[in-house]
């Protein structure tokens, strides 16, 4: 056996990964059906779960504790190809442009897209440059009850409508130059955290592990190996 190849490892194929972030507070059916959906409508090996220290722009008040809302997530996403992360904690990130960056030089062997709902692109003109991460990596908006019309006429879309790929292509995104956009249509999970929160305001309780560390290996992707 080659020396070099034995000391770095077996070469791992490039897998196709959709990235979707979120506060998860808590995670809910409605974010694994989604996540299914784009899995299967992009082709994707596996989907990766950003779950948020802090979303900027969200308020504070009624934000879980991180460890229970990753807990959340870990739960919902049991037996299905996500993979719930702490990515951001440990890249200490508070941007998304930031933490996409990173993520595509810590895995280059990897295709990753940015997965999102038609409510944050609705609202994307406002996040930290939102072109760079448009020139990053291709998005795919997912519809959401009450949000497509505002999506669609959002100051973003007016830039980004020029990049737009018919979703009849979803599955071509790993060969899409950037930027790149793909709407997404399916029948919608209308589960709302706002509603299970209201209903179950102590839901975080149930996931309260004080022995909880964000650096635990479960929680982290593994480096693939050239």
């Known amino acids: 056996m080659d020396r070099a190849r034995q000391r770095s490892g077996p070469r791992l194929s490039a897998r196709r990964i959709g990235l979707m972030g979120g506060s998860f507070n808590p995670a809910h059916p409605g974010h694994r059906h989604v996540a299914l959906e784009a899995i299967a409508a992009l082709a994707l090996d596996e989907m990766w779960w950003l779950v948020s220290p802090g979303n900027p722009l969200k308020p504070h008040a009624g934000m879980a504790p991180f460890a229970a809302r990753l807990a959340s997530a870990r739960a919902m996403s049991r037996r299905a190809p996500i993979r719930a992360t ?59 009850p009450g949000y497509d019309d505002d999506a669609l006429a959002a100051p973003a879309m007016g830039w980004l409508r020029r990049y737009r790929r018919p979703a009849r292509q979803a599955t071509n995104w790993a060969e899409w130059s950037v930027p790149a956009l793909v709407l997404l249509r399916f029948r919608p999970d209308r589960t709302s955290a706002t509603q299970l929160r209201a209903v179950d305001p102590d839901w975080h309780v149930r996931f309260a592990d004080p022995t909880f560390a964000p650096s635990t290996p479960a929680a982290w992707p593994r480096q693939p190996q050239e």
């Open 86 to 144: 702490d990515l951001e904690a440990r890249l200490r990130t508070r941007y998304t442009v930031d933490t996409l960056r990173r993520v595509v030089r810590r895995y280059p062997r990897h295709r990753f897209v940015w997965v999102m709902g038609a409510d944050n692109l609705a609202q994307f003109h406002e996040w930290r440059q939102w072109r760079g991460i448009a020139r990053t990596m291709p998005i795919a908006v997912l519809t959401r």
